[in-house]
């Protein structure tokens, strides 16, 4: 099943590998959440992926008790304790109702831990969502991003505050208002060249919720590719 050289003959990678972790919910998560590291470290190495995601769980930053906070920094060590002689990283999801879920608290975690291959997973949508500019989130946390999930919606005013594209704690999802990058309310053209001004050398991943997935990943990959040739040919251009 896990096989790199049918990937290599077929000129695929494997940009991330994604399970899920829980690392507050209690003992008996945060265990299985070790052995659920351990599990899928051995098929990103496998897989030549450079990235494993992580949630920490399902509860928020303001929230959660310092037992929680301490929960989600001693399982964060151990795993990338696993990792620290491999080329994987963890990369730390921002997602709301999770510790990573403001800039401040992934921020706060990050120190906390203080791990070479602990870093982020920018799902820039949801940290746009609490009200902050992509801008600003990327200067404070471009230091620390391996991958960037990118997806758009265009949501009513009534549902802004529950983060409808959020997992809840069932694994069930509410998707609504899912639209592509172009038709979103969130500016991706401005936050795709801010990424290429900060000089970001990882993954771009579209995160795809509606219907035709072929169809919309080859309008996503058009739509990436002409915001990249517009700064290209901007950037080309003689200066005064």
């Keep these: 099943l896990f096989r790199s050289d049918a990937l290599e003959a077929s000129n695929l990678s494997v940009a991330m590998v994604s ?7 209690g003992t008996a998560a945060w265990r299985q959440s070790l052995i659920t590291a351990e599990d899928f470290l051995a098929k990103a190495v496998t897989l030549g992926s450079p990235n494993i995601r992580v949630f920490t769980g399902v509860d928020g930053s303001v929230g959660a008790s310092a037992k929680q906070w301490r929960s989600a920094v001693d399982g964060l060590k151990n ?20 510790l990573v879920d403001t800039v401040e608290s ?3 975690l990050l120190n906390d831990v203080r791990a070479d291959n602990l870093s982020i997973n920018l799902d820039i949508y949801h940290l746009w969502e609490t009200g902050r500019n992509p801008l600003w989130i990327l200067d404070k946390l471009s230091p620390f ?3 960037v999930h990118a997806k758009n919606a265009d949501l009513p005013p009534s549902l802004n505050s529950r983060h409808p594209l ?12 899912v639209k ?4 979103g309310k969130m500016d991706y053209p401005d ?3 801010a990424l290429q001004s900060h000089d970001y050398q990882g993954y771009f991943s579209i995160e795809w919720f509606g219907e035709k997935e072929v169809a919309a990943a080859a309008g996503e990959i058009d739509y990436v590719r002409r915001i990249l040739q517009t700064y290209a040919s901007a950037a080309d251009r003689p200066t005064d």
């Design 19 to 25: 399970p899920y972790m829980d690392f507050t919910g």
């Design 191 to 193: 936050f795709i060249k």
């Design 180 to 183: 592509s990058l172009a038709q």
């Design 166 to 177: 959020l997992h809840d704690k069932q694994g069930a999802q509410d998707i609504y208002g």
């Design 79 to 98: 795993i990338c304790s696993l990792a620290a002689n491999t080329s994987v990283d963890f990369a730390l999801e921002t997602h709301p109702r999770t």
């Design 106 to 108: 992934t921020l706060r």
């Design 145 to 147: 991003i391996s991958h």
